[in-house]
């Protein structure tokens, strides 16, 4: 699973999740790609469930990038604990989306099977995706 090798601080504040994507929100490498319509958080877990839908489904015929990486540390205190005694230990990393940014991009020899993978891959996000294509 990704997650940061190193941090300068351990534990982060949740922040706010608003506005569009202002950077990220266009095709750089494939000619295809994800791009999120919705905002949230998305888990290490979640990231990689859509890129193994997308590398099941071509086959080995295409390449994958993946464009968020989850570099926030969102902390849980255990079930059945008590209020105070601080802040709780590291329980996942996530990747702050916002509306327009691009998730994945994709490129290979076949347009409909890389339009299935991806729908694939949109199926396994927190929020409403939409596929969208390079223009030439």
């Keep these: 699973m990704l997650q940061p090798k190193r941090r300068k601080y351990r534990k982060e504040f949740r922040g706010r999740r608003k506005g569009n994507a202002q950077r990220g929100n266009s095709l750089s490498f494939g000619e295809y790609g994800i791009k999120a319509l919705g905002r949230g958080w998305l888990s290490a877990a979640q990231i990689e469930a859509g890129r193994r839908a997308i590398t099941n489904s071509l086959k080995r015929k295409g390449r994958v990038w993946i464009r968020v990486f989850p570099d926030k540390p969102v902390t849980s205190r255990a079930a059945g604990q008590r209020?105070?005694?601080?802040?709780?230990?590291?329980?996942?990393?996530?990747?702050?989306?916002?509306?327009?940014?691009?998730?994945?991009?994709?490129?290979?020899?076949?347009?409909?099977?890389i339009e299935n993978a991806l729908r694939k891959a949109g199926g396994k996000l927190p929020f409403k995706t939409k596929l969208i294509k390079r223009e030439v």
């Design 83 to 113: 209020m105070g005694g601080g802040k709780g230990d590291i329980d996942r990393y996530v990747a702050v989306v916002t509306p327009g940014r691009i998730i994945f991009e994709v490129t290979g020899p076949n347009p409909e099977l």
